[in-house]
């Protein structure tokens, strides 16, 4: 049974550009999580779609986004890119949308560097 | 606000030497208590769930409790293997919060 997939594994990019990351969760999970872990915060809920639609979003600025695509697939996009932005981001797949029931399943992650 | 503590931030053992983690929380409504291990590049690895104060949880060598403010990870004679990181995470009961708040985690290193 394939997990939770993320692409790339590693990224560097510049100050100022933006970059896309990608999240393929496990086959027939509906439910789509991102997180941020940096080792001063650790990690923190950036958003959660359910079915294309964003049901939650943490507390990050708007150059934070992401979407859901009919296929359960996610991407997230991070405009402007600032030095603090460097971090493992990690992708959650979810059975349903009661992720109590069902738990959550994470990705191995994007270490994303921004010099 | 919802929040997680987790102690220590860091525990040396040897191998065999029995020991606890601590998790303690303040959350708004308890959905459920989460159990992760976190090994170096990679991403968290499911444990344990817990709903309710009095629940107990195993698997192999590890033993997971929940009172109504904190949850502790019993670690039973430990292995070399059980090196990681370990992340504690609550699941708020706010209506269609569909997130987890974790902990910063304890580094736990088993030496041979």
């Known amino acids: 049974k394939a997990g939770v997939t993320q692409t790339p594994r590693y990224l560097i990019k510049t100050r100022g550009q933006q970059v896309t990351l990608s999240c393929s969760p496990i086959s027939g999970h509906r439910s789509v999580s991102w997180y941020q872990q940096t080792p001063g915060q650790g990690l923190q809920f950036l958003f959660e779609?359910?079915?294309?639609?964003?049901?939650n979003k943490g507390n990050f600025p708007g150059r934070f986004s992401g979407r859901q695509f009919s296929n359960s697939r996610s991407e997230m996009n991070v405009s402007t890119l600032e030095l603090g932005d460097s971090a493992l981001y990690l992708c959650?797949?979810?059975?349903?949308?009661?992720?109590?029931?069902?738990?959550?399943?994470f990705g191995s992650g994007t270490r994303l560097t921004v010099v | 606000e919802d929040q997680v503590t987790q102690s220590p931030e860091a525990l040396r053992l040897q191998e065999g030497e029995s020991s606890s983690l601590n998790c303690s929380y303040t959350v708004s409504g308890l959905r459920g208590l989460f159990w992760y291990r976190q090994d170096p590049g990679k991403g968290p690895e499911f444990l344990f769930t817990l709903y309710s104060a009095g629940e107990e949880k195993e698997k192999e060598r590890l033993k997971a409790t929940l009172t109504k403010k904190e949850s502790f990870l019993h670690i039973t004679a430990p292995k070399p293997e059980d090196s990681a990181t370990y992340l504690c995470?609550?699941?708020?009961?706010?209506?269609?919060?569909?997130?987890?708040?974790f902990g910063q985690g304890t580094r736990l290193t088993i030496n041979p």
């Open positions: 959650a797949s979810s059975l349903a949308g009661s992720s109590i029931v069902y738990g959550y399943t």
């Open positions: 779609y359910f079915s294309e639609t964003q049901r």
């Open positions: 995470a609550v699941h708020p009961g706010v209506q269609g919060a569909q997130k987890l708040v």
